[in-house]
């Protein structure tokens, strides 16, 4: 090997050197021995051989040998010491027949560190490698409550399935989000794998994205080219992404640039929790000629009204719409299946249709993949703390009726037991669970909150309920009319019957109705605009009058009343649910005194107050049918609270 070689290897390390020590950094190679606590042994798990990426090597297993190197594995000794001769033959040789011997490293945390084989992967780096060979053995972590800990956890499921490390995400759950966008195409149903050909593909489509993406400028944003690529193959699909050429996914790229800028944000969405001023202001040039052009509005249900409560509840709110309005508006409605909603949405854009409300979150990617193409079709998805620019999404505070509701069940309770029946452990869920606590702990401190699940398998909550000695039972919100069923809203069994105490209503026709007065007199654009870059989810409740609880005449006069004031306080937000003192099951503090939860971390909760007795499940326990929507929608797709929301107990 000629000397100007290695003096360009050696100036490359010389300019990161100064570099870090003109930020005060450490400018060698990070060690995992300095990172790991010598006082304790971590668990070590051998991999086998593997080919790794270069660029996750980050540093050495132990600090013998880092001041050779700067920080990027370039040579910082001089060119006549034996390191340079050796560095030197290693780099002729290479040349010559390649690196035949695979280096050994530690894996910790989803990085790389060298036990034996520094010069290959120096050797390796200034030749431009990708990819080396490598014997593994995995350094699991000491289990803490860090962010880094529950991504490395949710990594460690995705790889028994993919056997892949390229892809690096920031966010919790992320993998397992990747992992519901790229099914599983071998193994069992119980151990998924993705084959050799699937992970090909992967990789490939991977590595073609990251290049076209940093070309594009995604070094500047503060998130990963693989928080990227989630996005990107939620919004497109793999199957449709998959072999498109550089050239392709640089211009799908570019069609969705601003929705990268959206999950840069730390907090990407914006919460619209009523109608605001923004959206009532008429813009007379922009206004909708009303007499002369029919608004043309779509409603997709996943099931018919007749049969599904949800369908029946936003098909109550279609016909407000046509009351509301007249002739003004003409509204449709269309049962469609998951996998027919885009096809279906595309052909509603191109036929004149201005406004399509998706009444589903199975229904968002679907929404969102035909937005980029109908930019001046008004598409609107009905889900929690979506993330997407292009498509505004919506939902109601059904927590506020919850917590009513908890307070009539903590009054009425006679054993100071109370049943929760939830559904999906997914986005809100816990919300809805834990405001129902409160409202019970308000009225009955004593009284205890038994959670359980419809969806599990193999399971019946009235057996639980039953063996618990309870009686009065907070169930399903909503009655389809063509399945009428007495258990829903809260409760009591008394004598073998049910007799209904309270139940939460959902009044979508109240949003409906503003968000398409907003589109006729011209002023739909304005909330976008006073919440760059953000996206919009629309989060209503008894202020707008979108929530409310229907009681039963039954219930005490005094209960009544009580349950009159505190709709009233909340409506007018001189009291909020979810103001501390709120202490969560594991004793820790989740509102201190007069603190209130903002809307982002009511609706990200992962946790239950400290009267509630029961858990979230754990994916594998839901039943099969129910599954596919818990992994797409559950509590580890999104983020956890601010590190600052929750604070454990004095040891």
């Known amino acids: 090997m000629a000397y100007p070689d290695y003096a360009k290897a050696q100036k490359l390390a010389e300019k990161v050197y100064r570099q870090a020590t003109a930020r005060g950094a450490y400018p060698y190679l990070p060690s ?137 995400m920031t966010q919790t759950g992320a993998f397992s ?62 199957d449709d992404v998959r072999g498109k050429s550089s ?25 619209i929790l009523a109608p605001t001023v923004e959206s009532r202001r008429v813009a007379l040039m922009k206004m909708l000629p009303l007499g002369s052009t029919v608004l043309k509005i779509a409603f997709l249900y996943p099931k018919e009204p007749d049969i599904s409560a949800w369908s029946y509840n936003h098909e109550l709110g279609r016909l407000h719409l046509n009351d509301a309005f007249g002739d003004a508006v003409e509204t449709s409605t269309f049962i469609v299946s998951e996998d027919e909603a885009e096809d279906l949405i595309r052909a509603l854009a191109e036929g004149g249709f201005r406004v399509i409300f998706t009444t589903s979150p199975v229904f968002l990617a679907a929404s969102m993949r035909a937005a980029i193409d109908f930019p001046d079709v008004i598409i609107m998805n009905c889900s929690m703390n979506s993330a997407y620019k292009q498509v505004r999404t919506y939902f109601l505070r059904i927590y506020e009726a919850k917590f009513i509701t908890g307070i009539i069940a903590g009054s009425m309770t006679e054993n100071e037991r109370v049943g929760y029946i939830a559904d999906y452990p997914v986005l809100g869920t816990p919300a809805s669970i834990s405001a129902f606590a409160l409202g019970v702990k308000l009225v009955n401190p004593r009284a205890m909150v038994y959670l359980d699940w419809s969806t599990l398998e193999g399971h019946d909550p009235a057996d639980y309920f039953r063996e618990k000695q309870i009686d009065l039972i907070s169930d399903r919100d909503l009655s389809a009319p063509g399945n009428p069923d007495h258990d829903f809203g809260l409760y009591g069994l008394y004598g073998g019957q049910s007799f209904r105490l309270a139940a939460p209503v959902w009044n979508w026709g109240v949003l409906y109705e503003e968000v398409v007065r907003s589109v006729l007199i011209g002023a739909w654009k304005n909330d976008a605009s ?63 005194p007069g603190v209130t939860l903002t809307p982002e971390q009511i609706v990200r909760a992962d946790w239950f107050p400290d009267n509630v007795v029961g858990r979230i499940p754990d994916q594998s326990e839901i039943a099969p049918q129910f599954r596919s929507f818990a992994l797409q929608h559950g509590l580890r797709t999104v983020p956890p609270l601010p590190e600052t929301v929750r604070k454990q107990p004095a040891p």
């Open 247 to 271: 050239a392709e996914l640089h211009r799908a790229i570019d069609r969705i640039w601003t929705e990268f800028r959206v999950i840069a944000d730390s907090s990407p969405s914006s919460y």
């Open 177 to 238: 989000r990747l992992l519901a966008a790229i099914p599983a195409d071998s193994g069992t149903e119980t151990e998924p794998l993705w084959s050799e050909d699937l992970r090909r593909d992967v990789r490939f489509l991977y590595a073609v994205f990251e290049s076209c993406y940093m070309n594009r400028g995604g070094s500047r944003l503060p998130i990963t080219a693989g928080d990227a690529f989630l996005h990107f193959v939620e919004i497109y699909g793999f």
């Open 530 to 592: 006073r919440s760059e870059p953000r996206a919009l989810n629309y989060y209503w409740g008894m202020s707008s009058g979108a929530i409310e609880v229907a009681c039963s005449s039954h219930l005490p006069s005094g209960t009544q009343k009580l349950v009159e004031l505190m709709q009233k306080q909340i409506a007018k937000g001189a009291f909020h649910p979810f103001t501390g003192v709120i202490y969560a099951q594991d004793g820790s503090c989740i509102a201190e």
């Open 32 to 168: 995992l021995e300095d990172l790991l606590d010598s006082s304790a042994e971590e668990t070590r798990i051998p991999l086998g051989q593997l080919e790794i990426p270069v660029s996750m090597i980050a540093g050495t297993a132990s600090a013998d040998r880092t001041t050779a190197f700067a920080s990027n594995f370039m040579p910082l000794l001089d060119y006549d010491t034996e390191f340079g001769a050796k560095w030197s033959a290693l780099y002729d040789s290479v040349q010559e027949i390649g690196i035949n011997e695979p280096i050994q490293v530690l894996e910790y945390m989803q990085r790389f560190y060298v036990i034996e084989g520094n010069k290959r992967v120096s050797v390796a780096r200034f030749n431009g490698a990708v990819s080396i060979d490598a014997q593994v053995t995995r350094v699991l972590p000491r289990p803490n409550d860090s962010v880094e800990y529950r991504i490395y956890l949710d990594f460690l499921d995705y790889f028994r399935v993919t056997g892949i490390y390229e892809i690096q």
